[in-house]
RNA sequence: GGGAGAUUAGCUCAGCUGGUUCAGAGCAUCUGCCUUACAAGCAGAGGGUCACUGGUUCGAACCCAGUAUCUCCCA
């Protein structure tokens, strides 16, 4: 049988992700003899397809998932999506357009069935994508936020939350789109750097309310407010006739003789007031800042504070409106256009500077954001809040890393309440029926509102055409909120087997961005609902950023599709790729040489496979590598327990490194050059069946991380029974062995003698192969009698002997205290080699002085505890017996 | 403007309560090798004033203060 010589992973990666869900190793159900252990996705957008973020994200959860599943836990990964009210409604009337139909022309049912039909067509495209990265989740659980099942909790809760009073409505400055008609959440918004303009307009002051004039403000170095004026900055001019008020800092001394005085807005000629505030920053503008409530968060937020009226100038379609007395009907920027000329024409218009500036513009429609007050709903968030808070304060929920506690801590202190209602129609929409008389009732369902509503109302007469449901729907959180919850029917059913025995989950991995949007809010979903955490762990990881550190982003184009990647490098390669450079919540600096590098690692693995194939067994041959197959198992030991501890820290980097150097240095570069037989020649049955055992653990090792080339290995390397899978292998357990640092150690000192000799053959250009001597000077001959054999087909030596002083003709070096001489007949440059060994003996000598000035510093042998102290003597003596060494060297020269 | 975090080799990062081998890894670099498992490879080597300035200490990458630069969050 002949093997290919390199790995090829497209042959076999979609036969073992079938066989996999063929077995059923995916599936998880309750089982109380098994330990439980859950994991939900962070529910991808319908609508999207897979991306970096989402493999490194899914990569993660998979490995967490599959070595949980080796563990022997009852393995429960529960894929979805979800419905992404915005980015799908966006999509959908993007699609609609394109044949031609707007969506204003459409009822509600019609477009939600135009919605449905795209779903069901596209959606959950990203889920199959999954596949192709390996990911283990039970796909039999697979949800979507807006199904029947998850649309009835999200309306129990809303429901039930209304009861107990957190639900109400109010009004809100929101990011409003006025192409899009509706209301974004501040993700949807993208700033967007302009130069704009400044517009310094003069607002004349009313002569009559300004106060008495005292000694110290008559001076005339109020150069803003001469001839009675007071000269205010603005960049939306048009929005002067919703001025209700000029705000100035109180400890500005050049407007100190208007405090209390009014002044007139320009064409408009209302009056308004000079109010004090020192939000006001002095610097900025003129320092006189204009008031519009209505159409700024921070003026609506001062005018909340001084008790101002508020007038809304604005359409939802961004023109205005009669309450802007001037311009009605005209769009806005035309407005704008047109109050500059006339403020110009009147006199008003002092200056115009040009200042860089941020505009926030939609993410979908590209429309400049209008800050508008609306009626909206509000989840308090006050009473949720601090038990969420503290379930992470003391780390009953811990995020990884923990830096993100801060975060946290900061956000939930000044938690403001949720705003919960979206203008749109893709989504659940909010059950709140009103009634002729304006007021409204809340419930499950409209036959259920009417009862309600024939109640609160006192008219029986009342009918179901009498009410009329809230016309926006639920943001997307609100229903993405219950879902470690909702996956496991938990509000429908809340005492059912899967609930109570997968809730809560273990770990969650998700993006920072979403710690609060989505974290959090699980957190109080999940104690007000079910009293428990909704996971122990949070795994936060980093943005998915090109080589030279800018996001990854489709306009951008500099990121590479996924399956391209998949189908070029293999899902394997990409795994560990994305996991070489991924330290928690660290941005992963994507370089497609780190999948390369997860490539040839699979390449690696493939060839150690190759050649212990290509072994033939020679049954009468005695046992001849127990050194070597002593130290790999001793080394494989402290391996594992290493890579346990990364898990539990959940340094997934450093655990897949160490599976790397294991695999590749420890395995293939060490250990199999030790018992690998010469060319054609047998090795004996011990080594053998010890060798293969060794790759069959490095595959359970490696499964979570590399699940395809492991599985494939596996089958390959010995006949399997039908269920016995790499997937469902036990874990190898750590079992600390007696003496293993012992065996470590030698073999380390045996492979530094060993690494001595090739820097000998390096230096010296002589072939890794041409037959060499080595003499030793040493106190430990033991330690060349035990490893004779290692080191000398490590180091192709034909003998090793151990002398009193250097051979003559020899090239030196020193290992372990002991010195070490590869004689060398006619090629030795004598002045060389007495150059090199004195730049070491002076290196030796220094070294020693360092430590002979620490023991001598009184102090420090007071202070230092003994265990410091004894390491330091032993320094100090290995140093002179180098010297020593080195010495005795030269003079032999 | 307020808050949090960071700054260690060319790059990406480790470095646990200050003291093991005068600071580690992977990648990249350099040198030599197509040595019958693997050139997607083998062997070897070089590379750091731990951002800067002070301080505490017998001893600082690590603790403290200040400075600079960067990132993120909130406004």
Redesign the pocket.
Known sequence: MSIA????PADVEAKWYQRWQEQGFFKAKANPRKQPYSVVIPPPNVTGVLHMGHMLNNTIQDVLVRRARMQGKEACWVPGTDHASIATEAKVVALLKEKGIDKKDLTREQFLAHAWEWKEKYGGIILEQLKKLGASCDWDRTRFTMEPELTDAVLRVFVDLHQKGLIYRGIRMVNWDPQGGTALS?EEVIPKDTMAKMYHLRYEVVSDSLPVVSEQNNTDNQQLTTNNYLTVATSRPETIMADVAVAVNPNDPRYTHLHGAKVRIPLLGREIPVILDEYVSIDFGTGALKVTPAHD??DY?LGLKHNLPVIDILNNDGTLNEKAVLYVGQDRFAARRTIVKDLEAAGHLDKVEEYASIVQTSERTGAVIEPRLSLQWFLKMEHLAKPALAAVESDEIRLHPP?FK??YR??ME?V?DWCISRQLWWGQRIPAYYLPDGTFVVALSADEALLLAREQSGNAELQLTDLRQDEDVLDTWFSSWLWPISVFDGFKDPDNADVNYFYPTNDLVTA??IL?FWVARMIMAGLEYRKQVPFRNVYLT?IVRD?Q?RKMSKSLGNSPDPLDLIAQYGADGVRAGML??S?AG????F?I?LV??G??F???LW??F??TQ?WEVDATLPFANEKAVAWFAAKLQAAQQELDEHFDKFRM??AL?TV??LV??DF??FY??MV?PA?QAPIDAETLRHTTGFLETLLKLLHPFMPFITEEIWHELTQRGPKEYVCVAAWPKAQPAAGAADLIARMAKALDI??GV??V???K?L???KPLTLAAKTDDAALLQDYDGVIRKLAALTEITVVDAAPAASVGFVSGGAEFFVPLEGQIDLGAEKERLEKEVG?AR??RD??LK?LS?E??VA???PD?LE??R??LA?AEAKITALEQGLAAL
Do not use: H, I
């Open positions: 010589k390199t790995y090829t501040d968060l921070n937020e830096k801060n975060m900061v956000w000044n403001r920072p961005e609060f980093g080589a550190g070489f450079s330290p660290n941005d992963l600096m370089d040489k390369e590098q490539r040839n699979t390449n690696k060839n150690a190759r050649l290509g980097s450093d490194m790397y150097k590749w240095d293939c570069s199999l050059e690998k060319y060993v690494a090739r820097n053959r390096n230096q250009g072939g890794p192969n290196y220094g070294f360092s430590v620490k510093n102090k420090f202070n230092a505890k410091v390491r330091e032993q320094k290995d």
